[in-house]
C-alpha cells in the first residue's frame, strides 16, 4: 500500500506539495516511486528559474522509464536538491522527506485550491492513476 | 521444475587472458626497402602506447567458443518474439553471401567489373516491389529504423517541392514502436499521437481529429502491432489522402502478409521491409540489417543516389548506377546498403518462390492462432481472442493481481524451461504484455513443448509465485543489477586500458 | 524449398484446435477488396542445388577481388582477414541470436560487446564507445547532429578531404533536420588550416575532418581541434582504425567525437556493406550519445555479468526525444571487429599498419619514377596516395583490368580540380612483385596510350 501523507497536497501528475509559509517543497509521491522503479537520474531546474503552474520542471529517470516533472504551482525556484545527485535512491526510500526534489517561493497562493487532497490522490492512484 | 545451479562457468575478459609477448595473427614480413615510420609520419604523430591484448590463437578460439555456450540462438532453440520474426537462418544463404564473387567485390570497382552483383539488387528490388504491391525499391537503408528516416526525408521533400512545406506534423499511434515517433522527430516533425480503440486498431474518429493540413504523413504498422489487421485500412489510406497527407507502412510485421495482401494495394505510399526478419537475414546480435524501402510512383524521384538501372533484356541486360537524380533526398549510406544481406535475402527468395513466400504466410497466421487458442485459457488474451495475425499479444494482468506475478518474472521463468521469453511490455497499451510470434519455421511439436512450458508458469504463479518472481535459476547469471549498470557505470574494462608507455618490441 | 515443417497432419490438428473448418477462415479481418487473387510474379522457386548454381552464374559475371590485383582503397579496403575471424563469427550461437534485452542468456553477445567497446577505446584513445552504428558515414551524421544539440547552434563545418560519400550523408541528415553544412576548402591535398581558421566562429557546432583524410594524407589534428575549441564548437575526426596501430590517437588531441569506418577490421569488402561505425566519444557525452551500450553489473548471486545499459536515451523508451532512433545496429559485424583485434593483438596491429606504410611508400617511390607518372612531394602519408597521370585515367584503368589489376580511383568525378589524378591505395596483402607488376603494368599502359 502506497503510503500518502495526509498533510500534503497532490497532483493528477504524482506530485506533491508541502507547503511552509510562503514557500512549497515539491517532490514525486510513494506511488509513482513504485511505479518507476529505481530512480537513477534526476534532471532538476536551477535555482532562480520561474515556473508557471502544470509546467514542465524536469525528468526523473529509473531504469526502464522517464517520467516528465510538472510543478504543481507557480514560482521562483529557490533551491534544488542536487545533494543526492549521486544518491538518487533516497528518492525511492524516503519520497516525501530527504527525496524532496525542489523548493519554490509561492507566486499566487490560490492556486493551491486546484490541487488534490491525500483523500482524493489515493482514489486518483487507486484508479490507474491517469 | 528444478532449480539446479548453472555448470557452465564463468569466462574471464579476453584482456584477462593477455600475456605480455603472445600474438595471433601470423604476419608476413615486410618486403620492401623500410624506413623508420617516426622518418616517414612525423614522430609527433606516433602513438606512445597501443593497449591491446596479447593473447594466441588458441586463446581467441577458445574464448569466443565458450562465449557461444553463454548465448541463446535460433540454431539452439526458439525465439517467441512478437514483431521479432525470429525465423530459421537458413544455410544455404550463408553460403552464397561468401562466394567471393559476391564478399570480395570493392564498391567502386569499373561497373562493367560487377554487372552480376547489380543484377541481383535489381532483381531483389524488383522482387520486393512485387511483394509489397509498390513501383520501386532501395536496399540503402540499414535498419527498418533507417528506412522511416529515409521515408521521412522523402515526405518532407515531396510536400515541400508541392509548396506544402508546412506541413510539419506526423500523426502516429500510441501503441507504434519507438522507432517510428523517433525517425519523425529526427526529421523535424512534430508528433500527433492517435489511441487505438477498444477492438484494438486505430480509432478513426480520432484519426479524423488529427488530420489537417498540417499533417505530412501518417505511419502505420499492419498487422499493427497488437498483431491484429487492420481492417478499415482501405479507408484509412483514402481519408489520409484526402487531407493531402501520404501514409507509411511499417513493414515489421510483413510475415503475416505474404502472398496474401499487399501494403501497395491497400492505399500505402511508402513502406519499409526488414530484411532481418521477413526475409531471414540472421540478427546476429543486433545486426548487421537492411531496411529496404519502396515507394508508389509519387516518391520514386525522392530515392537516395544512386539508384540501380537496367538497360535491355536477357542476356543483353546492362546494369548501371544512376546518380544524376535532381529531386533524390541525397545518400543515407556510404556505398548501396548492405549488399551481402541482399544476397541473402535474394537467395531466401529464389528459395520459396510464390507458392513459398504465401506458405509462410499462411503458416505464420496458422502457428499463431494456435499459441492463441491454447493459451487464452491461462492467459488473459488482449482484445477478447479476436483472431489474430502472425502475432498474439497475451497480457499478464491478471496474474499480477491475483499473484503479484509480473510478465517480466513469467519471462525469465520459462528461461529455465529452455525458451527466450517473449517481448514484454510492448506494446505499451497493453498491460504486463507478452507478446507472442512462433513463426512458420518452428515445427508444432516445438511450440506445443512452448504452449506447456506456459500453462506450467500459470500453474506455478498460483502454486508458487516466489518461485517465478524468483526466476532464473538455471542460467548462467541470476538477474542482474541493472541499477547498477546505471550508477557505478563500468562501460570497458580499465585496467585493459591502464598500459605502461611504450610500445612494445 | 521453404524451411516449414506443418505438415498436413499438424495443420489439421492445429485448425482443430482453434476451432475453424480451415484456413481461409483465419483471413475474415482481411477485406476481400484486398487479398491476392493471384501468385506474386516472382520466378519460381529453385531447389537448393539450382539456387546455388544460379548465384555462381550472378557471382561469375563479377571480376572480383580475390582474382584480381587491387589498388583501390577510398573507404573500403581489402586487408588480411585471418581465418578465425569468419570461422567464429559464422558460428550459429553468435549468427542467429536476437539482440541481448534479455541478459540472462545473452551473456556472450553482452561480453562480446563489453570488449569490443573496451577495444575501440583503446584503440581510439576515447573515454566511450557504443556498441557501433552503420557506417562511418552515419556516424559522423549522428556526431554532427549530437553536435548542434550540445552547443545549440546550427553549423557543421565539414573538411572537403573527408570522404565525398561521407560529405554527402552528412549533408543530406543536416538539410533534412535543418542544419547547415559548410565546407573547408583544401589547400594540395589537406585541409586548408588559414581558411578553416576563418570559418570556424560563434555559430559553428563542430568541425569534421578525416585522418588519414579521403587522399590518404595526414590532417593536422591537434591545431584543428583547438581552432574548434576555441570557438566553443567539437571537433570530431573519422579516423582508420588500421592506422591506429602506428598513428596517435584522436584521443590524445583532445578530440570530441571519433568515429570510423570497421570493416578493415577482418569484414570482407562486400560490394560497400553491411559496414561498421564504430562510435567513441568523451565521458562528458554520456547522457546525450547514439546507439546501444553494454555496461558491467553483478547479478543477484555477486557474479560479473554484462547488460545493455543507458537505455533511457534509447527509442523505446524516449520514442521522440531519444539520442537517436538507431535500433538494430551492426553486432555482428562489432563481433567481427574484436575477433579481429584480439587475434592481431597489440604486436600485429602495429605490425599491420607499419606494413601497409611500408608497402605504400615503396609504391609511390616505385611510380613516382613511371613516365607519365607525377606524385606530390611533402604530405606525409599513411597507405593512399594520389598519382597524376598524362593519360586518362578511366582508360588507363582499362588496360590494367586486361591484365586482372583493378587500379586506383580516378578522382575526377569527386574533385574535377584534380580530373587526371587517381587515388591508390597499397595494404599489407600487397606483395613486392605484386607491387612491382602494378608498377610495371601501370608503365606499360600508359606508353601504350601516349
Redesign the interface.
Known sequence: MASVPSDLKYTKTHEWVRVEGDNATIGITDHAQAELGDITFLDLPQPGVTLEKGAQFGEVESVKAVSELFSPIGGEVTEANSGIANTTEVVNEDPFGKGWLIKIKIAERSELDGLMDAAAYEAHAEAGGH | MSTKTPTVK??P???EK?RAG????N??A??????D?AS???A?????S??????S?L???R???H??????????GM?P?GS?T?????K?N?????????????????VE?????L??IFELQT?LS??CGMRETTLQP?????G??LA??MV??YHADRGEAHRNIVVIPDAA???N????????FK?KGVPSNSRGRTDLDALDRALDGNVAAFMLTNPNTVG??E?D??EICERVHKAGALVYCDGANMNAML????PG??GFDVMHF?L?KTFST?????????GAVSVQECLAPYL?SPTVVRTGEGDAARYAFHSDRPRS?????????????A?RAY?Y????????????G??A???A??V???LAGHYDVAYGN??C?HEVVLSAQRQKQEHGVRALDI??RL?DYGF??PTNY?PLIVPEALMIEPT?????QTIDEFIEAMIAIADECESDPELVRGA?YT???????????????????EP??REASG??T | MTYISNTAADRAEMLAAIGVQEFADLLGSIPQAIRLDRELAIPPALDEHSLVRRLQSLAAQNSDLEANLSFLGAGIYDHFRPAVVAALQSRGEFLTAYTPYQPEVSQGMLQAIYEYQTLICGLTGMDLSNASMYDAATGLAEAALMATHLTERDEIICSRAVHPHYRHVIETYAKWTGYRVVEAPLSEQTTDMAALRSLVGARTACVITQHPNFFGCLEEIGPITEAAHAAGALSIASVDPISLGLLKPPGDYGVDIAVGEGQSLGSPMGFGGPLLGFFACGMRFLRGFPGRIVGATVDQQGRRGYTMTLRTREQDIRREKATSNICTNQALIALAATIYLCELGKDGMRRTADLCLQKAHYAREQLSAVRGVTVEAGSRFFKEFVIRVSVDPERLNRRLLEQRIVGGLPLGGYYPEISDGLLICVTETKSREDIDRFVAATAAAIEALS
Not at chain 2, 30 to 35: E, K
Not at chain 2, 86 to 90: R, T
Open positions: 564463468m569466462e575478459l579476453i584482456f593477455s603472445r600474438t595471433g595473427a604476419l608476413p615486410c618486403d620492401v626497402p623500410a624506413a615510420a616517414l609520419l612525423g609527433e604523430n606516433l602513438r606512445d597501443l593497449p591491446l591484448p596479447e593473447v590463437e586463446d581467441v578460439v574464448h569466443f567458443t562465449l557461444c555456450e553463454r548465448n541463446y540462438s535460433i540454431d539452439g525465439y518474439l521479432c525470429m525465423k530459421y537462418n537458413p544455404v550463408e553460403k552464397a553471401a561468401a562466394i567471393p564473387g559476391f564478399a570480395s567485390l570493392h564498391p567502386l570497382q569499373p567489373t560487377v554487372q552480376g552483383a543484377a541481383l522482387m512485387e511483394i540499414s535498419a527498418g529504423a533507417h522511416e528516416l521521412m526525408m518532407k521533400s514502436h519507438g522507432t515517433p523517433a525517425s519523425a522527430a529526427r526529421c523535424n508528433v491484429l489487421f481492417s485500412i482501405v502472398g496474401i495482401t499487399r494495394d491497400m526488414n532481418h540472421p540478427h546476429g546480435g543486433g545486426g548487421p540489417g537492411c537516395p533526398i541525397g545518400r543515407i549510406h556510404s556505398f548501396y546498403g548492405a549488399f551481402l544481406l544476397v537467395t527468395i529464389r528459395s520459396n518462390g510464390a507458392a513459398g513466400l504465401r506458405q509462410i499462411e503458416n497466421l496458422l502457428n492462432n494456435y492463441r487458442a491454447r479476436e483472431t495475425m519471462s525469465k528461461m527466450h521469453p510492448f512458420e519455421t518452428e515445427s508444432k532464473p542460467t548462467v547469471v541470476s538477474r542482474l543489477d541493472e541499477t547498477m549498470a546505471v550508477k557505478k557505470l563500468d562501460l570497458r574494462f585493459a586500458l610500445a612494445s
